[in-house]
């Protein structure tokens, strides 16, 4: 997986092709998918979601470039995945989940392979984690209408934030910088991500 969908296709962050390398991705998968956990596209997760292509989880890791003492807040715990990827490139990580199944297996994982700088919380991402920030970078595994207000408040000065945006049929990542308190947005690759459901992403 590390060789031929991600270091061939350009990603060159060592410390991510590393991590990439060392976290189990088998494990965040249920066993009807285990012998597919490292093939190149997304697979089903409960509750009608999906764990990312391992590809573009390395994009939106590199995009944030995360430096080893920085917290981080992540939107779509999903299975857990990119949780643990972040846990492995930050000093914290703070992860938000708004279908509590998902949010109890995927912590149960991280446990299991003793990630100890981890938060999961089950709730509305779209609104932030007001009472942990500001953070050094927010990365959101969800595709929202448009940037939420909340999140780009939440980020430091110098901050990044990662988002795919736009409706179901044409997404793109966006990096969103915050310079001195202004957004200032980058439009990366085309994307396919499911909904950010809530009060700032799409209605349920
Ligand atoms: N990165 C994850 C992984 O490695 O498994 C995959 C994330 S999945 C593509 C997107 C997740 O975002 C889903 O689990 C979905 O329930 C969650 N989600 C959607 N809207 C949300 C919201 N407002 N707050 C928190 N999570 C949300």
Redesign the pocket.
Known sequence: MVETQLRQRGIRDERILSAMSRVPRHE?VAEPYRSRAYDDN?LP?A?G????QPYI?AVMLELLDLAPNQTVL??????????A?LAELSQHVYS????GR?ASE?EAVLQKLAYQNVTVIV?????GLPEHAPFDAIV???AAPELPQALFEQLKEGGRLVLPVGPAESQALQVVTKQQGTPVIVEQTPCR??????????PA
Do not use: M, N, W
């Open positions: 965040f997304p997760i509750e979601q999906t764990i990312s989880v992540e939107i779509g715990t999903g299975s857990g995945y990119q949780t990827l938000v989940e708004r279908h998902l995927a709730g509305d991402g779209s609104k959101v595994a969800a991500f499911v909904p950010l459901i809530g009060e700032q992403g799409y």
